[in-house]
T-cell receptor
Framework: GAGVSQSPSNKVTEKGKDVELRCDPI?????LYWYRQSLGQGLEFLIY????????KSGLPSDRFSAERTGGSVSTLTIQRTQQEDSAVYLC?????????????FGPGTRLTVL | RKEVEQDPGPFNVPEGATVAFNCTYS??????FFWYRQDCRKEPKLLMS???SGNEDGRFTAQLNRASQYISLLIRDSKLSDSATYLC?????????????FGSGTQLTVLP
């Protein structure tokens, strides 16, 4: 079956521009996560959606970052006024688990480069 | 102290060697533990869950020591295809909705 998909796979942008990253989770998965991973680093949690509950935004690094999940499915991560330190791979994951402790299935990521 | 700490690596081992990775976690209330594998420039994928009594999956053995808050992964008869970064993952029961915390990973290279 289809896994988690993300688009675009690569994004190069200029400092100060806004970018939108998209995630299509596995159908039926109620939990959706966004992480970012800088080169050679671990995963940094950004935001978590679970069903219709209010998202956990505790990992967003600044107010330039926002995310939404429409209809409990597709999610968009928006970064406004991008900075060079925003360059990283942005990974989306979804999970069937409602407790949040089950297996997470990751998409291939979006590699963001801010010039 | 980081919530999940791993051996920094890198580990470079010859084919056929046995290699072990360690991981410690800070929250004694954590209940779920996993090892994920991440190939170079790829997304992480679940390798195996870690159960209280320890568990094996082929050449891979995972152990949990709750008293010491310590998890290990043992790879026997290592193959070239085992080369990857291994991420220790622990659930976060603190009430935060971000239920899984990922370690920064241990890099393994299996040499011919």
């Amino acid at each position: 079956g289809a896994g988690v998909s993300q688009s675009p796979s690569n994004k190069v942008t200029e400092k100060g521009k806004d970018v939108e990253l998209r995630c299509d989770p596995i159908s039926g998965h109620t939990a959706l996560y966004w992480y970012r991973q800088s080169l050679g680093q671990g995963l940094e949690f950004l935001i978590y959606f679970q069903g219709n509950s209010a998202p956990d935004k505790s990992g967003l690094p600044s107010d330039r970052f926002s995310a939404e999940r429409t209809g409990g499915s597709v999610s968009t991560l928006t970064i406004q006024r991008t900075q060079q330190e925003d360059s990283a791979v942005y990974l989306c994951a979804s999970s069937l688990s409602t407790s949040g402790s089950g297996e997470q299935f990751f998409g291939p990521g979006t590699r963001l480069t801010v010039l | 102290r980081k919530e999940v700490e791993q051996d920094p690596g890198p580990f470079n081992v010859p084919e056929g060697a046995t290699v072990a990775f360690n991981c410690t976690y800070s929250n004694s209330a954590s209940q779920s533990f996993f090892w994920y594998r991440q190939d170079c420039r790829k997304e992480p994928k679940l390798l195996m869950s870690v159960y209280s009594s320890g568990n094996e999956d082929g050449r891979f053995t995972a152990q949990l020591n709750r008293a010491s808050q310590y998890i290990s992964l043992l790879i026997r008869d290592s193959k070239l295809s085992d080369s990857a970064t291994y991420l220790c993952v622990v659930n976060d029961p603190s009430g935060s909705a971000r239920q899984l915390t990922f370690g920064s990973g241990t890099q393994l290279t299996v040499l011919p």
